[in-house]
């Protein structure tokens, strides 16, 4: 590790210390050439899959915009940051659990609408409306009309199965 202060790369570790989260290591480093003292920080490389759009394009995970789409759909809604930053951590590990190299974006978008669905439906149905295209109050009516149905077989004691949306 490069000394910020004389440049020197030599130095030894005098302290190491585990953060809260347990996802960073704080190191406390002196320099061997002038002596000071320097903090450094070590954390395990993620390695997130890449997405295979549905024109075919392949581009990198990208957990700001995933965010975004999803804060942007519970805008003043009563849904947390940390709640959704908590899900979006759940998603992330998914991924790295898996192992796959290359995840369909339609995979990500339907974690996401089957999440928001359990949140708040105005979320839900926000985000159902960029992520399904809807291009008139026609296809909201439609989604509007199975959310409101599954709500009633709920309701009766139903249950509905994950491949009753739409």
Known sequence: MKCPYCGSFNNKVVDSRLSK???LIRRRRECEGCEKR?????KVEEIHPVVIKKDGRRER?????????????CRKRPISVETIDAFLDSLEQTFQDSGRKEIASVEIGERIMHQLHEWDDVAYVRFASVYRQFQDTSDFMLELKELLERKKRVKKGGRVKKTETR
Request: glycine letters at 10%; a negative charge.
């Open 61 to 73: 995970y990208d957990r700001e915009k995933v965010a975004e789409g999803i804060y942007r759909a």
């Open 38 to 42: 320097f903090t450094t920080y070590e």
């Open 21 to 23: 989260e347990g996802q």
